[in-house]
C-alpha cells in the first residue's frame, strides 16, 4: 500500500475507532493503521465476555450515549449478596456484605460490540495488519511506513500507549498503560450458582493465582462466568490456569473447579499493548494528561485523558480532543 490521505490515525483501539468514525462522518479523507488482525485495541469481547475493560460507570456520559446511539444495552454489574476474602495462608471467610464493583455497569454482549459497530461503520478506510514501524515528520506533512508499505498524510494521530508510541523515536512522556501488565481468566458455568447461596461473585485473594475476582455473567442469567485478574506475573507459570481453577473451586465450592470454558488473556504479553516496562504495574492510577503536538503529529488515547485518563471514558475524551484540534487546523 502506497497512499496519500489527509489524516492518517495509528490504532483502531476505541480512541482511533472513535475519531475515525466522526472525520469519516464530514467526509474527511483519512485511513486507519491499526497493527492486529482485529479492531478494538484493548477492548476484547469473545463470546460475549470481557477479556479487556468490562465496567462503565453512571457518570460516563460519552461511553453511555455511544452505547445508546449503538443500540447496546447497558445493565448493572451483579453485586447481590456477599464477598469472599482469603488471606496469605489460604484462610477463607465468606461473611462479608460487599460488593467491590457495586454501582458499575456493563454492556450486554461485552464493550467489544461498541468498537466492532465503530469498525464496521469505517469501511475500507480501516486496514487490519498494518504495524507501523516508522514515523517521520518533515515540513509538508508525515510518513508513516512499515513491512511492505508506505503512507503520505498531511497530518497523524497516534492513537497509541505513549510507551508505544515512543518506539517510533517519538519524544513523549512516559506515561504506564493502564492494565497493560494484567492478565484476566474467565470461567464459564452452565449458571451462576454461587447466587444460589448468597454470594455475589467478588472475591479478594492475596493468595492468587487470581487477585481479583467478579461475576462475569450476562444480565439474564442464562449461563455463569467468573472472571479474575491474575496476580503480576502469574499467568507466565506453568500450570496457571489449572491453579486458578482449582482456587475458584477452593473459593466457590467444587462446582467452580468444573468450568464449561475458560478464556485467557494476557495483555502484559501482547506487543500492540505491553512493553516490557509495563510488567511492573503501578501500584495506583497515574495521573494523566495532554501530551502538546507537534506540527503535524497528534498524541490520542486514553493515556493522554486529564480526567478519564486509563478508562474507556477517557479512550472517547481524547477523541473528542483530537477532534477539535483537526477541526481548528482544519478552520
Known amino acids: 500500500m502506497n497512499q496519500d490521505a489527509e489524516i492518517v490515525i495509528v490504532g483502531a483501539g476505541l480512541t482511533g475507532l472513535a475519531l475515525a468514525h466522526a472525520l469519516r462522518a464530514e467526509g474527511r479523507n483519512l485511513v486507519v493503521l491499526e497493527a492486529r488482525d482485529r479492531a478494538g485495541g484493548r477492548v476484547l469481547s469473545q463470546d460475549g465476555y470481557d477479556l479487556g475493560p ?7 456520559r460519552r461511553m453511555l450515549g455511544l452505547a445508546r446511539q449503538l443500540g447496546v444495552q447497558s445493565f448493572p454489574q451483579h453485586s447481590d449478596g456477599r464477598l469472599i476474602f482469603e488471606d496469605a495462608s489460604g484462610n477463607v471467610r465468606s461473611d462479608l456484605e460487599f460488593a467491590t464493583m457495586g454501582g458499575a455497569l456493563r454492556l450486554a454482549g461485552g464493550i467489544g460490540r461498541i468498537t466492532d459497530a465503530l469498525a464496521r461503520g469505517l469501511g475500507d478506510t480501516l486496514r487490519l495488519g498494518y504495524a507501523v514501524e516508522r514515523v517521520i515528520e518533515d ?5 508513516l511506513s512499515g513491512d511492505g508499505f508506505s503512507v503520505r498524510a498531511e497530518r497523524t494521530v497516534l492513537a497509541l500507549p505513549l510507551r508505544i508510541t515512543a518506539g517510533f523515536g517519538l519524544s513523549v512522556p512516559d506515561a504506564p498503560t493502564w492494565m497493560a501488565g494484567h492478565a484476566k481468566l474467565v470461567a464459564v458455568f452452565d449458571r451462576p450458582f454461587w447466587r444460589d447461596v448468597g454470594l455475589n461473585g467478588d472475591a479478594i485473594s492475596h493468595r492468587g493465582p487470581l487477585a481479583e475476582i467478579h461475576d462475569a455473567s450476562p444480565a439474564d442469567a442464562t449461563v455463569g462466568a467468573l472472571f479474575g485478574f491474575a496476580t503480576p506475573g502469574a499467568v507466565r507459570q ?21 468450568p464449561d470454558t ?3 488473556k494476557d495483555w502484559s504479553a501482547d506487543p500492540a499493548t505491553a512493553t516490557s516496562a509495563d510488567r511492573t504495574p503501578p501500584i495506583s492510577h ?4 495532554p501530551v502538546a503536538p507537534t506540527d503535524r503529529i497528534l498524541f490520542a488515547g486514553s493515556e493522554t485523558a486529564p480526567t478519564e485518563g486509563g478508562f474507556l471514558e477517557g479512550a472517547l475524551e481524547s477523541a473528542e480532543a483530537a477532534y477539535r484540534q483537526l477541526s481548528i487546523k482544519a478552520a
Open 54 to 60: 468490562a465496567w462503565i460507570w453512571p457518570h460516563n
Open 139 to 143: 515540513s509538508a506533512g508525515v510518513t
Open 238 to 258: 506453568a500450570g496457571f490456569e489449572a491453579d486458578a481453577v482449582e482456587q475458584l473451586g477452593r473459593l466457590f465450592g467444587p462446582d467452580a473447579a468444573k
Open 262 to 264: 475458560i478464556l485467557v
Open 286 to 289: 497515574p495521573h494523566y494528561r
